[in-house]
């Protein structure tokens, strides 16, 4: 700020100092999940405690590095089981199963499972 310029360097400053809210917590669920396979598909079944509505399921899939390979989502079920698939890639080594509302909340702790 150069001289001559009183009216900025001594104006008030007057901001909203609103946050916007947070998301109501929804508590972590726990959760059976089984992995199963085809010749060209990982498949993943989960079965959670309690159901939410708006909430999703995530499988990843990673390669020894930790690199993301492949990535599927599937709305949860409010009833019954959930299944979701992501294809085979050659360079897979693990894959990571979780569950979040729409505003991104951890539904259940997440599940990782060897895909040697």
């Given at each position: ?16 100092n609103a ?56 709305p949860l ?26 505003t991104l ?12």
């Amino acid at each position: 700020i150069g001289t001559d310029n009183e009216n900025l360097t001594n104006a008030t400053i007057n901001y909203n100092n609103a946050l916007t809210p947070k998301p109501t917590p929804i508590p972590i669920t726990k959760a059976t999940i089984t992995k199963t396979e085809t010749d060209i598909t990982y498949d993943f079944d989960v079965a959670t405690e309690n159901t939410y509505e708006d909430c999703y399921v995530y499988v990843a899939v990673y390669d020894e590095n930790g690199i993301l390979c492949a990535i599927n989502r599937v709305p949860l079920e409010t009833t019954g089981n959930t299944s979701v698939s992501v294809d085979k890639n050659d360079n897979a080594k693990k894959a990571k199963v979780f569950v979040f509302s729409s505003t991104l909340q951890p539904i259940i702790t997440s599940e990782e499972f060897p895909l040697i």
